[in-house]
Nanobody, 123 residues
């Protein structure tokens, strides 16, 4: 069974940076797209960004230019580097593994999900 474990969340001031990690185990990693989603307090889960099996990354407009997704297929880990954080970035962040190698935007295209890690940005 595939397991995804996020880490790296925490409390940071506005303008600061955090790097989230998502370690995968229990299955093949390097042929699947990976995604990051987030759920702000009281809101629905939303797409943050995704990365294809070849490393091509795509982002939501709200984070473009501030967040960067990367992957290390040797370590079976995907990263989300978050810079210039804003209070609106406060959310639980989830990583997920897609059905295919493409970088999907829809959560319905993801099969396996992590438990999430809290990111809180103070003003």
């Amino acid at each position: 069974q595939v397991q995804l474990v996020e880490s790296g969340g925490g409390l940071v001031q506005a303008g600061g940076s955090l790097r989230l990690s998502c370690a995968a185990s229990g299955g093949v990693f390097n042929v699947y797209g990976m995604g990051w989603f987030r759920q702000p307090p009281g809101k629905e889960r939303e797409f943050v960004g995704s990365i294809s099996w070849t490393g091509g990354a795509y982002y939501a407009d709200s984070v473009k230019g501030r967040f960067t997704i990367s992957r290390d297929n040797v370590k079976s880990t995907v990263y989300l580097q978050m810079n210039s954080l804003k209070p609106d970035d406060t959310a639980v962040y989830y990583c997920a593994r897609a059905r295919r190698g493409a970088p999907e935007r829809s959560s319905t295209e993801y099969v396996f999900w992590g438990q999430g890690t809290q990111v809180t940005v103070s003003s």
